[in-house]
């Protein structure tokens, strides 16, 4: 027995590989296997998800990410008052999604007599069924693009670092209010702002300036999509915020400190640390647009050829009711809202390892 070796058995945390002891004996054996060992401990430390969970527990006083879901998941399964109030929740969900969703499925595919059939799915590649899934996809697309970019810059001002105090309960008070205020209410209140007889409409005549002859109207695509701003920006920043909460400031001091300017900070740190977060909260904003149906309907009146209209028109019959029509409809919009689903879900794991 070596000198070292007791120091090494005292050293070795128990259930941890031998694979930094092997690295101690070649630094001492080899000199290029001594800077490989060093360049591999230096990477280890600075990046310990490179190192198995017991390490990172052991060395790093940190808890393993795989450690802390798997102990979450164990106290949610046998934790019973969990279950008194997550059951309820499941059961609603099921109720109220699942089952409605499948039979929406079910009778996609189903004639008036119960036969097997996709004349009504096809059907969706009939002229005014494609062109409400264009306007549907550019009014989700492009209230979603503004309202993150605009609701980003709102929260990064109102609520992030050396932003003044006061300000952070105001705004997310009047968010969380804003962002649900849709439908009538909300449509009615554009039309007395911007509509032809508007208030603001009314303003801009006196000086001089006629909205109507920019082409603007709240009954078209465009006019909708700065309605639903309304709703969009306020929902962003309610999303945007705990991952604004996440950027420490010791990482902007740090990167001052090295020499970075603010620009180089954000391009190298800022906006790739919080990048899947806005992805997130952009994609969660386009589904929430693509199933919005009150707020189009009381402002057009199914003028504009939208999903969620159609769905209804066809429903009502005011022309002709198909009601197999309207579920193949609402089958393609419940699929399009699972890959928006998907997609949040992915981008939301990307950035949750940021959260405090």
């Known amino acids: 027995m070596t000198d070292t070796e007791p120091l090494t058995r005292d050293l070795q945390p128990e259930g941890i590989s031998s694979s930094l002891i092997r690295t101690s004996d070649e630094s001492k054996t080899n000199p290029s296997g001594a800077r490989r060992s060093n360049d591999r401990m230096a990477a280890m430390e600075e990046h310990p998800a490179l190192l198995p969970d017991v390490l990172v527990s052991e060395l790093f006083g940190q808890t393993p990410?795989?450690?802390?879901?798997?102990?979450?998941?164990?106290?949610?399964?046998?934790?019973?008052?969990?279950?008194?109030?997550?059951?309820?929740?499941?059961?609603?969900?099921?109720?109220?999604?699942?089952?409605?969703?499948?039979?929406?499925l079910i009778s996609a595919f189903r004639d008036d007599a119960g036969h097997f059939t996709t004349q009504y799915v096809q059907a969706l590649t009939q002229t005014q069924y494609l062109l409400g899934l264009k306007n549907t996809l550019t009014l989700s697309f492009f209230s979603a693009l503004i309202g993150a970019v605009l609701g980003a810059l709102l929260a990064w001002l109102a609520l992030g670092p050396g932003s003044p105090g006061w300000l952070r309960r105001p705004l997310l008070a009047f968010s969380g209010v804003a962002s649900n205020f849709a439908g009538i209410p909300l449509a009615?209140?554009?039309?007395?702002?911007?509509?032809?007889?508007?208030?603001?409409?009314?303003?801009?005549?006196?000086?001089?300036?006629?909205?109507?002859?920019?082409?603007?109207?709240?009954?078209?695509?465009?006019?909708?999509?700065?309605?639903?701003?309304?709703?969009?920006?306020?929902?962003?920043?309610?999303?945007?915020?705990?991952?604004?909460?996440?950027?420490?400031?010791?990482?902007?001091?740090?990167?001052?400190?090295?020499?970075?300017?603010?620009?180089v900070y954000w391009r190298r740190i800022g906006l790739p640390i919080i990048a899947p977060a806005l992805l997130a909260c952009a994609t969660m904003l386009f589904g929430n647009a693509f199933a919005t149906y009150a707020t189009p309907y009381a402002l057009t009146s199914g003028t504009v050829a939208l999903l969620p209209l159609q769905i209804a028109a066809v429903m009502t019959g005011n022309v002709l009711s198909e009601p197999?029509?309207?579920?193949?409809?609402?089958?393609?919009?419940?699929?399009?809202?699972?890959?928006?689903?998907?997609l949040y879900t992915y981008f939301d794991r990307l950035s949750s390892r940021w959260r405090p």
């Open 65 to 104: 990410p795989r450690t802390v879901r798997r102990n979450r998941l164990a106290r949610w399964r046998s934790d019973p008052l969990t279950w008194l109030f997550v059951g309820p929740l499941l059961a609603y969900l099921i109720a109220f999604m699942a089952l409605p969703s499948i039979a929406v």
């Open 188 to 263: 009615l209140a554009f039309l007395m702002t911007l509509g032809s007889t508007g208030v603001v409409t009314r303003l801009l005549a006196g000086a001089g300036f006629d909205l109507s002859r920019t082409g603007f109207s709240l009954f078209n695509v465009w006019g909708l999509v700065v309605v639903y701003l309304y709703f969009q920006i306020p929902l962003m920043v309610i999303l945007i915020a705990p991952a604004l909460e996440g950027l420490r400031a010791e990482w902007a001091e740090a990167a001052e400190n090295l020499g970075a300017s603010r620009t």
């Open 324 to 342: 197999q029509m309207g579920r193949a409809i609402a089958l393609l919009i419940i699929v399009i809202m699972l890959i928006t689903v998907a």
